[in-house]
């Protein structure tokens, strides 16, 4: 997770470098609920993103995500899990008065990581087990970026993300976008 966090934060700077006012930044926290097999998680969750205007009515994102994680407590029976992903989106965009409204459709490289103490269906077995795949997965999602100063937005932000071997995950963020 600290080499996506790196290479996130390289990224940002080498785009704010850039001085294009085409150029926003985005960090958002939320909730998720995610789902694989017989496993769920429902934790906080956050967003690091780097966003680009293409033209008047269209974005282009891409970013990280942490989607939950849970620490295993040493007690017999409890779970490890973490669950992050790389993503890439393209926005549609409406401008009003007091923001912008816009849809988000992406690909995505689900990480989805389980050392599970309780019965999980691990192929045609139902056993104790552990879950380490990385699933393509597809994200729609609608939002708002409400205007709070000419390069300041808050944003309110709902997704759904299905993936690989039945996996899904519903999202709801609050965050803050930065035009560079």
Not at 72 to 92: I, N, T, V
Not at 172 to 179: D, K, L, S
Request: proline fraction near 1%; charge should be negative.
């Amino acid at each position: 997770m600290k080499r996506y966090l790196a290479i996130a934060l390289l990224c940002s700077m080498s785009f704010s470098a850039l001085a294009d006012r085409n150029f926003y930044g985005i960090l958002s926290a939320g909730y998720v609920q995610n789902e694989i097999e017989d496993y769920e998680l429902d934790k906080a969750s956050y967003k690091l993103g780097i966003g680009y205007e293409i033209t008047p009515q269209w974005y282009l994102e891409a970013g990280y995500q942490g989607l939950g994680e849970e620490s295993a407590s040493g007690d017999p029976g409890s779970d490890k899990a973490e669950f992050s992903s790389l993503y890439l989106s393209a926005l549609g965009k409406a401008r009003g008065q007091y923001g912008e409204l816009f849809y988000r459709l992406g690909v995505m490289r689900v990480d989805a990581d389980i050392e599970s103490a309780s019965e999980l269906s691990c192929g045609s077995e139902v056993v104790a087990c552990t879950i380490g795949d990385s699933l393509l997965a597809g994200a729609v999602g609608v939002g708002f970026d409400m205007y709070v100063h000419h390069s300041i937005m808050l944003r309110f932000e709902a997704e759904y993300i299905k993936g690989e071997q039945d996996y899904s995950a519903n999202a709801a963020y609050i965050g803050v976008r930065y035009n560079f």
